[in-house]
């Protein structure tokens, strides 16, 4: 299982920007997949959840009304396209299934929100 988050940098407060997470070596379309920030000195927090077929979605209320989560099981990726975005919502975000009770993440990408 590999994941591999990108579209990171740094965004002034208020803009936008949209991450991505390629997945392989599994069957991506059978899984519901995730995202999860760590800032500085915290500890991880869940952002957004969907399902397999992405017909089903899931949000953190500190992003809810924010931040979509979308997912193309043609190209194995799944999407985090943030709006609005706040200082407090920096950090590093990553990718994450879960299958066969293990816990799969990727090296994550970095989010500066910042004047």
């Known amino acids: 299982v590999q994941l591999a988050e990108s579209g990171g940098g740094l965004v002034q407060p208020g803009g936008s920007l949209k991450l991505s997470c390629a997945a392989s070596?599994?069957?991506?379309?059978?899984?519901?997949m995730r995202w999860y920030r760590q800032a500085p000195g915290k500890e991880r927090q869940f952002i957004a959840s969907i399902t397999s077929s992405g017909g089903g979605t899931n949000y953190g209320n500190s992003v809810k009304g924010r931040f979509t989560i979308s997912r193309d099981n043609g190209k194995n990726t799944i999407y985090l396209q943030m709006n609005t975005l706040r200082p407090e919502d920096t950090g590093v975000y990553y990718c994450?299934?879960?299958?066969?009770?293990?816990?799969?993440w990727g090296k994550g990408t970095l989010v500066t929100v910042s004047s």
């Open positions: 994450n299934t879960w299958m066969g009770g293990t816990n799969y």
């Open positions: 070596g599994f069957t991506f379309s059978g899984y519901i």
